[in-house]
């Protein structure tokens, strides 16, 4: 499995280990998980649309697009969509290669693009209402570094 | 017949997660035009196009784009991944 969009939770030490033990010949893994986050104490949970018949495609882009640019062993992306409590895990990316510089490289590419070239969507749920997450400029500016 | 989706606010503001359309509309800003006349929910959500984009068959286009052949035309805002 290198690309898995879900709604359940996933136990990423579990997918962390066994991706390790998949990818023979690496010296480095880097892991990168994303969490609700709740910047003020007022959330009651975050909601994440996505658009199903293209997210894995567009993931599975950006994963193969990390692959080619850097000397990789492996690659794996998981993103949940639903309804999330804050706190919970909402997405992790593990790449794994020879040498350490590779691994992170292409895990921070695999952030800067999955940030704002998959298509998903986080609505923040509180007491006060609802509020769509606005895109940030920095997200599109991380962009082109690559 | 385009198979048109919305996502996110656009979803809301339009009040249908998708429609059917008979277009003659040759691109992108052509359709937008002709879902702006449908009603007032539509006007509304492609007000501001700054924040509006779009995927052809689920892949992202420019408004500009060609019609040709499209059989489904998808409209969000930004993508908020990660």
């Not at chain 1, 499995?1 to 879900?6: E, K």
């Not at chain 1, 990390?66 to 997405?91: C, F, K, N, T």
Request: hydrophobic share 45%; charged share 30%.
């Amino acid at each position: 499995m290198t690309v898995s969009i879900q709604s359940t939770p996933f136990d990423m030490g579990a997918e962390v280990r066994r991706f390790a033990e998949s990818v023979s010949g690496a010296g480095a893994v880097v892991t990168f998980s994303g969490l609700v986050r709740d910047d003020d104490g007022k959330l009651t949970a975050m909601e994440i649309e996505h658009y199903p018949a293209m997210t894995e495609k567009a993931v599975e882009k950006i994963r193969k697009e990390a692959m080619d640019r850097w000397s990789l062993l492996g690659a794996v992306v998981i993103h949940r969509y639903g309804q999330l409590e804050p706190g919970e895990q909402i997405m992790m990316v593990a790449t794994a290669a020879r040498h350490r510089a590779d691994a992170f490289m292409a895990a921070e590419f695999l952030m800067d693009y999955l940030k704002s070239r998959a298509p998903f969507w986080k609505k923040e749920i509180g007491p006060d209402g609802e509020k769509w997450v606005a895109a940030r400029d920095e997200d599109e500016d991380a962009l082109a570094r690559w | 017949m385009i198979e048109v989706l919305y996502f996110a606010w656009l979803r809301e503001r339009v009040g249908e997660r998708s429609e059917m359309i008979e277009t003659g509309a040759a691109t992108v800003a052509e359709l937008v035009n002709e879902l702006r006349a449908r009603s007032e929910a539509h006007a509304l959500a492609f007000s501001d196009m700054t924040s509006v984009r779009v995927a052809i068959d689920q892949g992202m286009a420019d408004m500009d784009a060609p019609l040709a052949g499209a059989r489904e035309v998808a409209f969000f805002p930004p993508m908020t991944g990660g």
